[in-house]
């Protein structure tokens, strides 16, 4: 899923424990809730932070830049 | 023209100095051109400074610089009209520079490359290509992003500098271009066409501002078309603050400026981690309270158990209680009485013991062998005998026997 996926999804999950529910149904959307957020946190975490120049259009290869 | 020559050391060279030949030019331009001259041409670059205008007067495909000396007295244009300028051709000798030196500027209407813009816009928007609905959305969580510009300059150091103000994580590739000339266009459009194939998330193009023709690439028919057909979003951010270049109207989105490109493109990477766990919390807090409250449930239940057990128990306990000490009470009056009875049966046995009998005066007569006599059938006389007493007992000899005419003995040893 998509970060965005993730989140809505997670946004879901917190809405119906606030909503009421039993104690199981409850603790159950909790796991859930604590799973997606670990999801969230990962998919953001995927990009490295690189600034590059594209030195080969047609194979994506990159070098490092320096921005100054 | 004659060349001066020169002697030099008694040899004859043809050679002369700089300000001999900036002098000469002086010279034949003043003899030559016209003191005052009428000059066609599109304004651009136009700026003053200290009171003077300094601009390029150009055409399709010559310009030539300008000045305007105390330009407050004459028109002011704008970048890109079309104006006749009066004046003269001006050598400036220590410079060596050629300029225009303009006594007056006339407006004559639009700029032939604003007019030529004017008209490829129109067709193109008939056509649909800068339709909105037509247009692709900007990615919220573009974790690639792709920039389309000179690699030195203020441009990308700018839209760098904003995205890692936001977002530590996105990924940023540089491909380096010409962002203005002849060639830019072409060279714009061939790299675009590549990229839009190496799926980044967004497109952004950029360059400073300039004048019109500094810009004219981003007006070109053939990067619209390319831009138009691309599957990447693409953000457009063509130096003019006021005029949208082609490159701006036909993009996905356009940005005032490169910074405001980058704030478009990038997410804020620190709002999210937060919201993401402003959330966490407040499913915690959701889940704790509902443990809290089946907790307390729990206690509220037991306790009352507890308590209804406790009241049962202690009901019961009286009742134990109360049996136990009438049990007590009774076996205490039965062992009581028993022992009354028992002390009666005692005294009474006590009074019938032999030894009581014996201490009234009664002895028990013992014949020879120790065995006790209680008949007299069972003597015979000179018989030795013991006499047992309360007392004591004393040795006896049977002198004399007499027995009973009723009250036969009726014990077995005879």
Redesign the interface.
């Known amino acids: 899923m ?3 996926q993730l ?1 809505q999804e ?2 879901k ?2 809405k119906q ?2 909503a009421g ?1 039993s ?1 199981d149904e ?2 159950e ?2 796991q859930r ?2 799973e997606l ?1 670990r999801e ?2 990962a998919s ?11 030195t080969d ?2 194979n ?1 290869l ?1 070098e490092e ?1 320096k ?2 | 023209m004659g060349i001066i020559h020169k002697k030099v050391n008694a040899q004859e060279k043809n050679y002369i100095s700089v300000s001999e030949l900036n002098a000469a030019i002086k010279t034949v331009l003043l003899h030559t051109m016209e003191r005052s001259i009428l000059v066609f041409g599109e304004v651009s670059g136009f700026k003053i400074s200290g009171g003077h205008a300094y601009f390029t007067l150009k055409d399709k495909s010559s310009q030539i610089s300008c000045v305007c000396f105390s330009c407050s007295r004459t028109y002011i244009p704008k970048d890109g009209e079309s104006v006749i300028c009066e004046g003269a051709v001006d050598y400036w000798e220590k410079g060596g520079r050629l300029s225009f030196s303009v006594k007056s500027i006339e407006a004559v209407g639009k700029g032939i490359l604003y007019l030529e813009f004017e008209r490829l816009k129109a067709k193109l928007l008939g056509e649909g290509l800068f339709d909105a609905e037509k247009k692709k959305p900007i990615p919220a969580f573009a974790k690639n992003i792709l920039v389309v510009t000179s690699k030195t300059g203020a441009v990308i150091r700018d839209i760098v500098t904003t995205v890692r103000r936001k977002n530590p994580v996105v990924n940023i590739v540089v491909k380096d271009v010409k962002v203005q000339g002849a060639t830019a266009a072409a060279e714009i459009c061939e790299a675009l066409k590549k990229v839009d194939k190496l799926g980044y998330d967004v497109i952004i193009i950029a360059r400073g501002g300039g004048s019109l023709e500094d810009l004219a690439p981003f007006y070109d028919e053939n990067l619209v078309r390319v831009i138009f057909a691309m599957k990447t979003p693409v953000i457009s951010a063509v130096g003019h603050e006021t005029d949208f270049s082609l490159c701006d109207l036909v993009a996905d989105a356009r940005a005032a400026t490169p910074t405001a490109a980058a704030e478009l493109a990038a997410y804020d990477y620190y709002a999210l981690i937060n919201n993401v766990s402003a959330l966490l919390n407040r499913a915690q807090r959701s889940a704790a309270s509902k443990f809290k409250l089946a907790v307390s449930r729990v206690k509220l239940a037991g306790g009352a158990l507890a308590a209804r057990l406790n009241a049962k128990h202690a009901a019961s306990q009286n009742r134990v209680r109360f049996l136990a000490f009438e049990a007590s009470k009774k076996l205490q009056n039965t062992f009581t009485d028993k022992a009354h009875r028992l002390e009666k049966l005692n005294i009474a046995l006590d009074n019938l013991s032999p030894l009581k009998i014996l201490e009234t005066g009664y002895f028990k007569v013992l014949n020879k062998f120790g065995e006790s006599v209680s008949c007299v059938k069972a003597l015979t006389v000179g018989d030795k005998v013991t006499a047992v007493g309360g007392d004591g007992r004393f040795a006896a000899t049977v002198d004399e026997i007499k027995m009973n005419e009723e009250n036969p003995c009726i014990s077995q040893e005879v």
């Open positions: 998509s970060f965005e989140i997670l946004e999950v917190v424990l606030e529910g104690l409850s603790i959307l909790f809730g604590l957020s969230c946190i953001l975490n995927q990009s490295k932070g690189k600034i590059s120049l594209l259009e047609l994506n990159t830049l921005i100054d």
